[in-house]
């Protein structure tokens, strides 16, 4: 039942934010910025969506060699690619089916892997927080609330860091924190230096779709703000990160526009939800073709297993 009201709230929020931001700026007005854009930003979507699921993978292949179990690079881009359906459905059945895809596959222990996945989304936040914190520092006109939640995410790191470093006996002795614990600060530096290409496609994908609507936000503005868009657009407060995303777009990015106040508002909607449709589109196929391979069939039989709860930037 509880379940039941957090996703019927999930749509809730995402529909009232779309009504809200529609109501300031016309569907006709977006669907007129979306007709504008040029030609070549379908290929080129693709392209940067193609870009970050190579990216993804190439972060999984490598954290999963070190600190749970060796995999091909074949096998972990056919993983991740039925993940994106998977996910689509239900984010923690994705990341769920992964684990359990090892378990079967490798014999690893299925709170390892949980771990392992934990690991990863933690050294997504921790990327995401070095570049806001850079952008910060040689970005001007950035809001104060984006200086407060760095703030707020380095009082968190460092209490972290202290446990990783000390790893007191009552957490290294529970298996959830083995991996964590056990990769001390040299281990949490390397998954976050073959993370680094993930984030950097991410952040040229927005910034291709932003420049392609005529938006021309700075490359430092976007390394100070994108982080802070991307914690918002994975927050489990609403669908796909659907009316979240748009609304952080349309706060920090719509000054760039050409134009009126309504013209900018209006390239930016288009440009966020144009790029949402064709990454949810790319990533369907991927999925419904990896799903279709030995892999994906495995990895589809570990749908029924429970997932870890914790979310990651996509």
Not at 154 to 173: D, M
Not at 247 to 253: K, N, Q, S
Not at 263 to 279: M, T
Not at 284 to 296: D, K, P
Request: net charge positive; with cysteine.
């Amino acid at each position: 039942m509880r379940k039941h009201w957090v996703r019927l709230l999930a749509w809730v929020v995402t529909a009232g934010l779309l009504v809200l931001l529609f109501r300031r700026v016309s569907i006709a007005e977006v669907m007129a910025a979306a007709r504008g854009a040029p030609g070549w930003v379908v290929p080129g979507a693709i392209a940067c969506v193609l870009a970050v699921y190579f990216c993804d993978s190439f972060a999984i292949w490598k954290t999963f060699a070190w600190f749970l179990t060796k995999m091909s690079f074949a096998d972990v881009l056919l993983v991740r690619g039925a993940t994106y359906l998977l996910a689509a459905i239900n984010y923690n059945v994705g990341q769920g089916a992964i684990v359990y895809f090892v378990h079967r596959a490798a014999g690893v222990p299925v709170m390892r892997g949980v771990a392992t996945v934990l690991l990863i989304m933690g050294v997504n936040v921790l990327a995401l927080l070095f570049l806001a914190t850079a952008g910060l520092a040689i970005a001007p006109g950035i809001p104060h609330a984006v200086a407060i939640l760095v703030a707020v995410a380095w009082v968190g790191l460092a209490i972290y860091a202290i446990a990783v470093a000390i790893r007191p006996r009552w957490l290294a002795n529970r298996p959830l924190f083995d991996v964590l614990l056990g990769a001390g600060l040299r281990g949490h530096a390397r998954a976050l230096l073959v993370r680094l290409p993930h984030i950097a496609s991410l952040i040229v994908f927005q910034l291709f779709m932003l420049r392609a609507f005529g938006v021309a936000v700075p490359v430092v503005v976007a390394l100070a703000v994108m982080p802070v868009v991307f914690f918002i657009s994975v927050l489990p407060i609403s669908v796909q990160g659907l009316g979240t995303t748009q609304a952080a777009w349309v706060y920090f990015f719509s000054r760039y526009g050409a134009g009126d106040a309504k013209a900018q508002q209006a390239a930016v909607l288009a440009a966020s939800l144009v790029g949402q449709a064709l990454a949810l589109a790319v990533q369907a196929t991927l999925g419904v073709a990896c799903l279709r391979s030995r892999v994906g069939r495995a990895l589809a039989a570990a749908v029924p297993a429970p997932a870890p709860a914790a979310e990651q930037p996509k």
